[in-house]
């Protein structure tokens, strides 16, 4: 699997945005570009993913380099319940996840 | 639909003793994964099935684990005998078809003594 790299840990204040980076410089021409966040106690969620273009929905944005080689994770306002580790993913066809260390962000009041 | 059903929740279990883990997916979905959590390794990928079936099991540690999917709503994840650093949390997740969103249990939190 073509792997990610993403910083251990961040801190944002709350009500700002935040920007989550993620690199994939050896990404394949068919791999999606996912992204799942676990918060404390609970399993991983899905938050979005793309290809190419960049994508919005209700919980996130995700930022797709034009080289596809990297991407960023940005939500919009970050909340005290967005605290939790966030997931870069490579996936393709039929592959299951499989998860990184991820990174954990910190929302501080 | 309630989302992927694990039970029990917690389990506490002495050494040697037999281990049984079940899940329930999410109605209609035809991909069902095990996965194991540590602080030490993170998430792993334990096995899959793909309508009933195992697809690849490489991730499973060892003979003592085995999973088993008898019908579309319902699979087993077995430790036999157990060990203490089998004490892990224990996730598993259902998906429409794999490349799509995964959608997880809330895990079952499993300490052998």
Known sequence: DAKTTQPNSMESNEEEPVHLPCNHSTISGTDYIHWYRQLPSQGPEYVIHGLTSNVNNRMASLA??????????????ATLRDAAVYYCILKSGNTPLVFGKGTRLSVIA | ???????????????????????????????????????????????????????????????????????ASFSTLKIQPSEPRDSAVYFCASSQISGTEAFFGQGTRLTVV
């Open chain 1, 64 to 77: 797709i380099a034009e080289d596809r080689k990297s991407s960023t994770l940005i939500l919009h306002r």
């Open chain 2, 1 to 71: 639909d309630a989302g992927v059903i694990q039970s029990p929740r917690h389990e506490v279990t002495e050494m040697g003793q037999e281990v049984t883990l079940r899940c329930k997916p999410i109605s209609g979905h035809d991909y069902l994964f095990w996965y194991r959590q540590t602080m030490m390794r993170g998430l792993e990928l334990l096995i899959y099935f793909n309508n009933n079936v195992p697809i690849d099991d490489s991730g499973m540690p060892e003979d003592r684990f085995s999973a088993k999917m008898p019908n």
